[in-house]
């Protein structure tokens, strides 16, 4: 039904609004709190929100043995590896360009559906994949690789790559789930399990620092409450009713988001290179999903 597609795309353009914003929120937070702990609060806070709306609406909270594995994967890679590579990247990068490294998420979810689909891919697509690695050697701008901070930099891009990676594995996953779990229940599952995962690791690898300046609790409280639960939940709701390189074709919008609001907010910089990287990448995002109607995942 055309209703339904419209409140589909609409609120994966939401979703992608919300975690464009991210990047330079979760930037300010890092000023004051260490990137595992960070997505650690922030999904344990999550959780609890939609923990509690699930209760009050008497949602089934009972996990047969399948679903239970199902949404602890999840959780291990769409909350918790993806959110430490992003983090500790953004840590060592810019928001800006970290935004534009996000273009390439959709080439990434190509690749993996075909991994695990056995897709084959044209020669247009082949072409806009090849684009989409020229695009991001241009975000990178191999001139300004020289000294440590540059190296800092190149790693920071590399882990986003990664989260790139377990973001499509999750895209993929979560469309499975969403057959049989509503898009809040999904979400708070995910991220518990996400949670219970980081904890440990940040036990291990980090200390608690206090106290958190205002300007941290206010970040922590945006990335919970809107860029997690509602952006999860909004991503899910959509994904859900198309095809899941369909809906993270529509988080091309991400980069432009991002570098607009750590333009706005941070006063980062983005050179005249990067930004015909961020533009070729798109064009070989656009090229390489053209027959996209065709990739739905299979029943």
């Not at 996953?173 to 995910?190: E, G, I, P, Y």
């Amino acid at each position: 039904m055309p209703t339904s597609r419209t409140s589909s795309i609409a609120s994966v353009v939401v979703a992608a609004f919300l975690w464009g914003t991210s990047f330079t929120v979760s930037k300010l937070a890092l000023r004051s709190i260490p990137p595992l702990s960070l997505a650690w609060i922030r999904f344990v806070l999550a959780s609890a929100i939609l923990l509690t709306w699930l209760v009050v609406r008497h949602e089934d909270l009972r996990l047969d043995r399948r679903a239970f594995g199902a949404m602890m994967l999840g959780g291990i890679l769409g909350y918790a590896l993806n959110h430490i590579f992003e983090n500790v990247g953004l840590a060592l990068s810019t928001a800006s360009e970290i935004s534009l490294m996000m273009g390439v998420f959709p080439v990434l979810s190509l690749l993996v559906e075909r991994l695990v689909y056995h897709r084959r891919f044209s020669r247009v697509a082949v072409g806009g994949i090849a684009l989409s690695v020229v695009g991001v050697v241009l975000i990178i701008d191999p001139r300004t690789l020289g000294g440590a901070l540059a190296g800092k930099r190149l790693l920071g891009d590399g882990l986003i790559i990664l989260s790139g990676i377990c973001w499509a594995f999750y895209s993929i996953l979560v469309k499975n789930l969403s057959r049989n779990s509503s898009a809040s229940r999904t979400a708070m599952f995910q991220m518990l399990f996400g949670s219970i995962f980081l904890l440990p690791l940040v036990g291990a690898f980090e200390r608690p620092v206090f106290p958190v300046p205002a300007e941290g609790v206010w970040a922590v409280i945006y990335l919970a409450v809107f860029c997690s639960v509602g952006g999860y939940s909004l991503y899910n709701y959509g994904v859900a009713r198309m095809a899941s390189t369909q809906a993270v074709n529509i988080l091309n919008l991400v980069p432009v988001f991002g570098v607009l609001t750590s333009w706005v907010v941070l006063h980062e910089t983005v050179t005249a290179i990067q930004l015909a990287g961020g533009a070729v990448v798109l064009l070989g995002v656009l090229l390489s999903l053209r027959d996209s109607s065709l990739v739905a995942s299979p029943s």
